[in-house]
Structures are given as structure tokens and as C-alpha cells.
């Protein structure tokens, strides 16, 4: 039985509460200086793609900003059409929402994308709750949870119109618009669509429509069963198990010896946590002012404060039950004794794959031959040159266990993921879709 291959993505740090910007090597997160080294690092590892998240407002707490947060970042499609112009081959992924844009100038700027690439566009699709991130565009409303994700399939069914036909018309309760555009056809069909999405109704939008999926499992066990519920669902939209990847995101921290590593993951939490954003985070769940708890101190007594907005504005909420968050938080400050920054520590942790070079290569490639992931994408904790060593070290394990590419074998990202071209996919897809149902 052949091995799977390895997917292997690369995220810019930027819009983040992991990235340390207090650390000496830490570079900027806005100068393209940062962006070509941290392209060029990733071709040298052959990545399959680049991925650049995007906030469209400052994340506040208090009116005042995060203080991990990025408090500026270019817009995504320009730093990605930049990269276009001096990297051949590795992927060009950019988060782009469906609440604050409308289809065709979208669709046109991610084609104009992927002309220039030669076929290496990408675009993960969000949508964007809040009045408060919607005050910066011309409409401030609110939709609910269920009709935004309605708009992201009305949103992507019209996009997938205009890369596929020359003449389109898409008539739907969020999209009404016809026209003819002049766009030439696109070099690998249509743009990679990734999603993430974690509740149900993502799952199944990911299922019906997306190429690659994000996920945040940590265990082997956890990815597997989401792994085995997602795939599984394809079938009912006539797809292949293998048209959609699972790409878990993750960190990585290498050391010498196994010990060296796991101290150097101590350092890096205790500099992504520090005490000040340790209660940041815990009035998150609390919804309070809590600036005059001690970091080192124990829980509040008081429970959280469900009557009143969010005192966090601008990020996608984290913490649906702050109650049930706050017991289960209690429990495990009790039973393990832990202060504050020692529980946040704890339970903001995202997944980490830690140890010695080989170790990391070894682990990675378990999920994926396991089936909990077909690949992951990686975030360092600094920038511009967090994968410097990943590069160096791991990915020569990986080519040498032939579960990673020692070259590019494709010009387009499609390609290189093993997903079909979506252009005369799309055609048929969308041609049937056309055709009258069957008299009863």
C-alpha cells in the first residue's frame, strides 16, 4: 500500500495571539522584506501553499487593542499578488470574507490572481460576525450564524459561475446579478477553496464545496473522528474522499534532545501568555473587567457575566458557553492548583508538535498515515523566519521517508494537492445544475 503524502501549509503570523513580537528575533509583520524571506523559506521546503489570514478592524477588549494582535496589516490579495511575481510553484492562499464583499469584483480579483500565478490561487472562505467589524464597510448590520453561511454558498455558487461561463446569472435571496465577464479562462479552473469551520453547518458547506478544510483537533483520536465525519460526507454531493484535504492547524517547537524542546515550548507560552494578556484572555470567557486580578492568583469567585455584550469586539467568538467554560476552567484549576496564567497557559494551548527534529518528522507523518490529517498548517511563533529551521531540519526527514515531495511536480496549486482541475468540473457541475428536474 503506497504511503500518503504529506500537505504541508505555511502561515504568515500576523492576525494571531501566538505570534511574539517581544521577542529579540522577531521581525515586522508588515515590510515585504518580511514576506519574501518567509516565501523563500517555504519554497526552499517545498510547502504546498502560503497562507495569510486578514483582520478587517483592530480586535478591542475594553476599547482598547490586543495586545497580540497585529494593529495593521496590508490588504491580503496585494501582499499575495506581490509574492506571485517572485516565487514559482508554492500555493497563494488568502482568508477573504462573504459578509463584507460581493461576488464579482472577488471573483474577478481572485482570477486576475490566478493568472498571474499561473494557477496557484487560493481562497479561504469566512464569513464575518458583527456589527462592529461591519461599521468599517458601507453596510454595519448583523446576520445570524445561519444566514451568513447562507450567504457563503449563494456567495460561492455566483464566484463559481463567473470563473466557469462567460455569460452569467445568478438570482438568490443575498446574490442578484447577471452580466458577461472578460476574464480568460483561469489556469487551473477555478481557485483552491478552503474553509474552516467547526460546527456542523461548516462541516457540511466544507463537504458540499471546499477543497481544503482547517481543523483544530489535537489528539490523534479527536482528528481521526473528524477526519472519518467529514470525509464521509461527501458522498451525498457525488465527491471522492480525496477531493477535500484535512489540514489541521499546529506549532512546532525543536530542540536538541527532547528535554531541550519541551523547555524551550515553556519559554514560548510563558511569552505568548504573559500576565497581562493571561487575564485578557480569562475576561474573554468572563466578560468582565478583570485588570485587578492577580495573574499568579486563583480564579475569580464570581462567575461570568452573560447579561451584557461582549466586552471582546471584533474576533469570531471563541467561548459560546461562558458558564459551562468557566466550570470546566475551575475544575482543572482546582485539581491541578494552577493561578491564572498557569490555567490560560494550559487551555489556549493549540496543537504542538515538540522534540527533536526527527521526532516532529515521525509525529507528522503518523497523523497523516493514520488518517487524522492529510497534512497540517503551520504557524511559527515568529517572523519572518519562524520556519527557518523546520525547513533545515524536518522536511529532510520527510522526503527521505518519501511521504514529501523532493521537487514540484505541478505548475498550479491544484496540482500539487492532487485535486482535479476545477474549471470543466465546474462546467459539468454547473451545466447539470441548469437543467430542469425531472417531471413527477
Known sequence: MSKK?????????????????SD??????????????????????RFDFIFLAEGLRVREQKGR?????????????????????????????????????????????????????GGRSGWNMVTSPGAFTGANFRRGDHLPFAERYERAREFLEAARRIWAEGDFAVRSK??????????????????????????D?????????????????????DGQAFYRDV???????????????????????????????????????????????????????????????????????????VSQQAISQGRAARYDHRLETARAWREIAERDRLSIRQLIIRVTARQHFVGTPETVAREINRYVQSDAADGFVFAPHLTPTGFDEFVEKVVPYLQEWGVFRQDYEHPTLRGNLGL?????????RLAQEKQPAPSE
Open 420 to 428: 482535479r482541475t476545477g474549471g470543466h468540473g465546474e462546467r459539468r
Open 65 to 117: 487593542f490586543h495586545e497580540l494582535d497585529v494593529a495593521g496589516r496590508p490588504n491580503t490579495l496585494a501582499i499575495l499578488t506581490a509574492l506571485s511575481a517572485i516565487t514559482r510553484h508554492v500555493g497563494l492562499i488568502g482568508t477573504l470574507t462573504t459578509t463584507f464583499n460581493e461576488p464579482y469584483p472577488l471573483a474577478r480579483q481572485l482570477a486576475t490572481l490566478d493568472i498571474l500565478s
Open 231 to 305: 470525509k464521509g460526507r461527501l458522498a451525498q454531493y457525488g465527491r471522492h474522499p480525496d477531493e477535500l484535504k484535512i489540514l489541521p492547524g499546529a506549532a512546532f517547537v525543536l530542540g536538541d534532545s527532547e528535554q531541550h524542546a519541551q523547555e524551550r515550548l515553556a519559554a514560548i507560552r510563558l511569552q505568548q501568555v504573559s500576565p497581562r494578556n493571561a487575564i485578557v484572555f480569562l475576561e474573554q470567557v468572563w466578560n468582565r473587567d478583570l485588570s485587578a486580578y492577580d495573574p499568579d492568583g486563583p480564579l475569580p469567585e464570581v462567575d461570568p457575566d
Open 201 to 221: 453547518t461548516g462541516r457540511e458547506l466544507a463537504a458540499a464545496q471546499a477543497d481544503l478544510i482547517y481543523s483544530r483537533h489535537g489528539t490523534l483520536e
Open 5 to 21: 503524502q504529506v500537505i504541508l501549509g505555511a502561515q504568515f503570523p500576523g492576525v494571531n495571539n501566538f505570534t511574539v513580537w
Open 174 to 199: 443575498h446574490v442578484d446579478i447577471a452580466g458577461r465577464t472578460a476574464l480568460s479562462p483561469l489556469p487551473q479552473g477555478a481557485p483552491v477553496i478552503a474553509q474552516a469551520g467547526d460546527s
Open 24 to 45: 529579540p528575533a522577531a521581525g515586522s509583520q508588515i515590510a515585504f522584506s518580511s514576506f519574501r524571506h518567509f516565501a523563500e523559506t517555504v519554497v526552499r521546503g
